[in-house]
Nanobody, 120 residues
Framework: QVQPVESGGGLVQAGGSLKLSCAASGNRFSVTTMGWYHQAPGKQREVVAA???????YYANSVKGRFTISRDNGKNMIYLQMNSLNPEDTGVYYCNALKYENSWFPVGSWGQGTQVTVSS
């Protein structure tokens, strides 16, 4: 129930790269599926990437081939390497623990998020 802390966002030009980090907490981190949400202004949050305890990954079609999610269980960290960014990637990125029951659902606490702005 402790808020995760996201970092690494910033302003980049289209085609650029950025790496986001999320410092999570909890004794069950290593056995929990974690993911990244993207929220564009005025839109609902949607999962763009997820990674299971066994490091099975999921990517939304919109980011597949461009983003890579990873985790470091020893540090309770997850990362999102974002390449070939486009203006549609602009928004706030949040990390959270996830469960999948026909769709993704957040099961942890929300942090402040980190802002990513991609200029055209």
């Amino acid at each position: 129930q402790v808020q995760p802390v996201e970092s690494g966002g910033g302003l980049v030009q289209a085609g650029g790269s950025l790496k986001l980090s999320c410092a999570a907490s909890g004794n069950r981190f290593s056995v929990t599926t974690m993911g990244w949400y993207h929220q564009a202004p005025g839109k609902q949050r949607e999962v763009v990437a997820a990674i299971s305890a066994g490091r099975i990954t999921y990517y939304a079609n919109s980011v597949k081939g461009r983003f890579t999610i990873s985790r470091d269980n020893g540090k309770n960290m997850i990362y999102l390497q974002m390449n070939s960014l486009n203006p549609e990637d602009t928004g706030v990125y949040y990390c959270n623990a996830l469960k999948y029951e026909n769709s993704w659902f957040p099961v942890g606490s929300w942090g402040q998020g980190t802002q990513v702005t991609v200029s055209s």
